[in-house]
Nanobody, 127 residues
Framework: VQLQASGGGLVQAGGSLRLSCAAS????????MGWFRQAPGKGREFVAS????????NLADSVKGRFTMSRDDAGSAVYLQMNNLKPEDTAVYFC?????????????????????WGQGTLVTVSS
């Protein structure tokens, strides 16, 4: 199974982008899906997660009020809607799948919980 993230690009500060993530290969049964980002010279940072059963979402404090995470009705893709983008949002964004059975603190915000990672999509926000 592979995860394919798309939708990144160059946008001016204050603009919006919508990232998408879909699994290819077979139907994926997950505990949660997550979005992380990594800026140049920095570590991987939690952005958002969606707990599959029930659909509850969690967002990093730095993106609350600006980003939302959702899934489509078929459960075949997840999205990250990013509004009011800031230059500090510039990073490579990764989607990831947290498979059932492993450790979770309930928010699915820890990178080590995730089992499958996509290749990343670059988001660049100009000032």
């Amino acid at each position: 199974v592979q995860l394919q993230a798309s939708g990144g690009g160059l946008v001016q500060a204050g603009g919006s982008l919508r990232l998408s993530c879909a699994a290819s290969g077979r139907t994926l049964r997950v505990y949660a899906m997550g979005w992380f980002r990594q800026a140049p010279g920095k570590g991987r940072e939690f952005v958002a997660s969606l707990i599959w059963t029930g659909g509850a979402t969690n967002l990093a404090d730095s993106v609350k009020g600006r980003f939302t995470m959702s899934r489509d009705d078929a459960g075949s893709a997840v999205y990250l809607q990013m509004n009011n983008l800031k230059p500090e949002d510039t990073a490579v964004y990764f989607c990831a799948a947290d498979l059932p059975g492993g450790y979770s603190d309930g928010t699915a915000s820890l990178p080590f919980e995730y089992d499958i990672w996509g290749q990343g999509t670059l988001v660049t926000v100009s000032s």
